[in-house]
T-cell receptor
Framework: NAGVTQTPKFQVLKTGQSMTLQCAQD?????MYWYRQDPGMGLRLIYY???????DKGEVPNGYNVSRLNKREFSLRLESAAPSQTSVYFC???????????FGPGTRLTVL | KQEVTQIPAALSVPEGENLVLNCSFT??????LQWFRQDPGKGLTSLLL?????REQTSGRLNASLDKSSGRSTLYIAASQPGDSATYLC??????????FGSGTQLTVLP
């Protein structure tokens, strides 16, 4: 099993450009999450989807949108990238919201 | 708002030593607590999950304890090995089932 996969692995954007980060899981999990990791800030939750068809804001949702495309896939979109969005983005999934979370390898995003 | 603190931020020990990593949280109304490991440039790997009703969990050389009333958890690593070198993160799940992470302890085990 591949577990949680993320694409792309690296991305460089210019301020104002848009992009979508893709995430897929093959564990038949109900819940999926997007986090960002910044030095000294730890991991912070951007958005999550407790189950297919639902999405909710996390701690730092501003500047982002998400789509739970189906049970397997959960995408994160930056409509107009800003340098403050330079970060490492992780997708995770769990069977239920209270279960162990499994993380993808991350996407390193730089916004110039 | 839940805050999670991990002390120390970095720790260096010789191979074979037993060690304890600490995690504290401000709101004791948690659902569970999870310990993760992160290798440089990689994603997080789950190590242990302790439900709020449990006192400890064990997996191999790892033992995690939870004292919910005092807002503390410890991760005990027995007979440390160089392969244990990584950053260890704890995270607590509250009523909304969202994880709040600490900033981690960077562990180096010297051969």
């Amino acid at each position: 099993n591949a577990g949680v996969t993320q694409t792309p692995k690296f991305q460089v954007l210019k301020t104002g450009q848009s992009m979508t980060l893709q995430c897929a899981q093959d564990m038949n999990h109900n819940s999926m999450y997007w986090y960002r990791q910044d030095p000294g800030m730890g991991l912070r939750l951007i958005y999550y989807s407790a189950s297919e068809g639902t999405t909710d804001k996390g701690e730092v949702p501003n500047g982002y949108n998400v789509s739970r495309l189906n049970k397997r896939e959960f995408s994160l979109r930056l409509e107009s990238a800003a340098p403050s969005q330079t970060s490492v983005y992780f997708c995770a999934s769990s069977e239920f919201p209270e279960s162990t979370q499994y993380f993808g390898p991350g996407t390193r995003l730089t916004v110039l | 708002k839940q805050e999670v603190t991990q002390i120390p931020a970095a720790l260096s020990v010789p191979e074979g030593e037993n060690l304890v990593l600490n995690c504290s949280f401000t709101d004791s109304a948690i659902y569970n607590l999870q310990w993760f490991r992160q290798d440089p440039g990689k994603g997080l790997t789950s190590l242990l999950l302790i439900q709020s009703s449990q006192r400890e969990q064990t997996s191999g050389r790892l033992n995690a304890s939870l004292d919910k009333s005092s807002g503390r958890s410890t991760l005990y690593i027995a007979a440390s090995q160089p392969g244990d070198s990584a950053t260890y993160l704890c995270a607590v799940s509250g009523s909304a089932r969202q994880l709040t992470f600490g900033s981690g302890t960077q562990l180096t085990v010297l051969p």
